[in-house]
């Protein structure tokens, strides 16, 4: 959904804001990720839920995967590499301003959806800087016997095509926003004047 919004405000295919991203297939990250689906299965079971197929079926993968990994037929990582698309073209880009809400609670795929927009030149993010939670994701779970702390694990990097790494830091809004203020009323504020006929 977020590739085709912004598909359309580009008015052509979008710059890719992922250059590549890193599967991690080692036996103990695959692990990690084995315990993960079981523990979404156990999830179900306990509360007498059917189990989603989608949960299913990647825990039947993950497990041929880690038999793979320690028979040593698999390579320790498997990288997705994205182009970067063709030149954007300006007489096509949509041109009205664009505001986009961010704020600590913005991560992920709220990030991705914010670095889709740093080429078009009537994108501007508002508020203050996001959560920083892009690079890694695809969590594996490790749940300590005695302690019963559970320790969270991403099986996936991402490199970014704008050579950042956010993680932790997150991006940095071209307007900012004081914390406590309502970023939606500044930008209405601002499209008043920007677009006086509205």
């Known amino acids: 959904m977020t590739f085709k919004m912004a598909n359309i405000l580009y008015g052509q295919r979008a710059p890719l804001a992922i250059?590549?991203?890193?599967?991690?297939?080692?036996?103990?990250?695959?692990a990690l990720q084995l315990n993960a689906t079981r523990?979404?299965?156990?999830?179900?079971?306990?509360?007498?839920?059917?189990?989603?197929?989608?949960?299913?079926?990647?825990?039947?993968?993950?497990?041929?995967?880690?038999?793979?990994?320690?028979?040593?037929?698999?390579?320790?990582?498997?990288?997705?590499?994205?182009?970067?698309?063709?030149?954007?073209?300006?007489?096509?880009?949509?041109?009205?301003?664009?505001?986009?809400?961010v704020d600590r609670e913005c991560g992920s795929a709220c990030e991705i959806t914010a670095l889709y927009f740093e080429k078009h030149p009537y994108a501007k993010t508002v508020g203050e800087n996001t959560n920083g939670n892009i690079h890694s994701n695809n969590a594996a779970v490790l749940v300590l016997p005695n302690s019963k702390v559970r320790f969270f694990h991403g099986n996936v990097f991402r490199h970014l095509n704008n050579g950042k790494m956010l993680e932790r830091i997150g991006l940095t809004p071209q307007i900012r926003?004081?914390?406590?203020?309502?970023?939606?009323?500044?930008?209405?504020?601002?499209?008043?004047?920007?677009?006086?006929?509205?």
């Open 19 to 30: 250059k590549s991203i890193v599967w991690f297939q080692t036996p103990e990250a695959l």
């Open 39 to 101: 523990m979404q299965i156990d999830h179900f079971n306990k509360a007498n839920q059917k189990i989603p197929k989608f949960i299913d079926k990647s825990h039947k993968e993950t497990a041929e995967k880690l038999k793979l990994a320690i028979a040593g037929k698999l390579p320790p990582e498997r990288v997705n590499e994205f182009d970067k698309g063709e030149k954007l073209d300006p007489g096509e880009f949509y041109k009205k301003p664009i505001y986009l809400l």
């Open 177 to 198: 926003i004081p914390s406590g203020d309502d970023a939606l009323d500044a930008v209405l504020k601002r499209l008043k004047s920007e677009l006086p006929e509205y």
